[in-house]
Every structure is written in structure tokens, then in C-alpha cells.
């Protein structure tokens, strides 16, 4: 099946909203795309990418709307937010979650503590292949992109897939933001890729930053997890890759994000201000 694309009605002129038929997948994804009043600078405006597109968006939009009005104080500029979804009001589809954002397994993967099997995984390759050869050429072709100003955001398993994206394709985006990621997933099968980073980043001439963060609150695993990667991270001497990593202190797995979220956005996007 060809890729599709319909356009659905808005109830407000700064927000498109879209229905791409993936050609990779085979399924429908539903994107809320942002965009600026003010006029794009001449390369065009940075894009903020957002998975799980059907709970963060409004949060995400509206605090970028906000704080780009007074970018020279916030460090927030104007920027294309790109909300990657699914048909349906859920605030998050599992099914297709636990599929998009988790590698490929070269083992049968571990059933839940309670003996059930986890829903249909692996598919993070195809998620990837289709940002990369569908849903950025449409934004490209609709909007005034500078792609050389684009961040990835995920929150926990979404935060898995923008660590697997950073690992194994870090040219893909400049900024990368992965709130409480899920790490543990398939006995912490993303940090076998780890290693790959270094000589990845060595043949990519951009740099490449990562803002990494976990609520404090959360789960002991989560917490050890993101805090152990973190000093990996910080310990990797490389000039085109930095990252910065944050223990939201009183935060729990959800909290974290609208926390977090302004200095996520300023250190990811390159946009640190005094």
C-alpha cells in the first residue's frame, strides 16, 4: 500500500492537523503539527519531533507558543512542534507503543513479573525508517524546516526509542530529549547498542545533543538505570556530542516531564541562556 496522507479539520489556524498512511507500517498515524505566527528566519524554524503525540502535544505546543514569545529571555525560540499520534483518544496506545518504540529481539523477550506476555514488539527499525523516508520529507515539503535544528522527545518507552535512535542513527535529529526512559525493557537490550556511539558520532560533522532525565520518585531501577547511563555519557570525551542529565528531585514517572520541559527543550535545542 502507498503512503496516504488527509487533512482534518482544526479548530485552531495555528494547528494542522494530518493523517498519514505509513507505506513502511501499513498503518495511520495522527499528527497535530504546531506552527509559528511569527515569520521563519531565513533557514527556517527549528522542529520539535513528540512521540506519544496523543498525551504531550498540548502540554508541549502551548509551552513552546508561550516562552518563544520572549526568546531572548527563555531561550525558547519559535519552533514547528510535530506531534506523532495515533487515530483514537487515548492518551496512549499501548499496542502500538510497545511496538514503535522497542528493537528487535534476537531472543524470545522476557514475559511480565505476573506471567503475561507483553504486546507485540520490535518494530523501532520501521518507526525509524518511517520518520526518516515519509513523515520528515511531508513536513519538509509542507513547512520552512531548518533541518539542521531538530529534536526528538520520548518519554519512557519513547524515551527507550530516542536513546535507540541516538545509538544506532545519531545523525537523525540534533537534539534528543528521553524523559524516564525505560531502559529495563528486554533486560536493558539498548545498552548493548551503547557502544556504537562514539565511532557513530566520529563520521557525523553536526553535534549532537542529548538532555537525559528522571524523576526522582520513580522506581529504584529507573532512577540507578538513567543515572548510571548518565556518568557513561558525561565520562564520553567527544566535541561533537553533549549531554546533560537531570534527577528531577520530588518527581514521580509523569511529573517529570512538564518539569523538565523548558530546560529540555533550551539545552537539546542549543538555546542555553544564563
Sequence with gaps: MSRSIEKLESSSPQIDRWVIHSKELNLPYHLDIS????P???TGYPVIYILDGNAFFQTIQEQVRLQSKRADKTGIHPSIVVSIGYPGDKDFNLPRRFFDFTAPSAS????KPNGEKWPESGGADQFLHFIETELKPFILEKYKVD???QTLLGHSLGGLFVLEVLFTKPQAFQG????????????CDVLTREANLPSLLSSISSEVRLFLTVGSLELDHMVKDATALAKRLQALNHDSF???????EFENHLSVVATTLSRA???AGNNEIS
Excluded at 506552527?35 to 511569527?38: F, N, R, S
Excluded at 553533549?242 to 528531577?248: E, G, I, P, S
Design 35 to 38: 506552527v509559528p505566527t511569527k
Design 40 to 42: 521563519a528566519p531565513p
Design 108 to 111: 524470545e523477550i522476557p514475559p
Design 147 to 149: 533541518e539542521s535544528k
Design 176 to 187: 534528543y530529549v528521553a524523559s524516564s526512559p525505560s531502559i529495563w525493557w528486554n533486560q
Design 242 to 248: 553533549k549531554m546533560n542529565f537531570h534527577n528531577a
Design 265 to 267: 527543550l533550551r539545552f
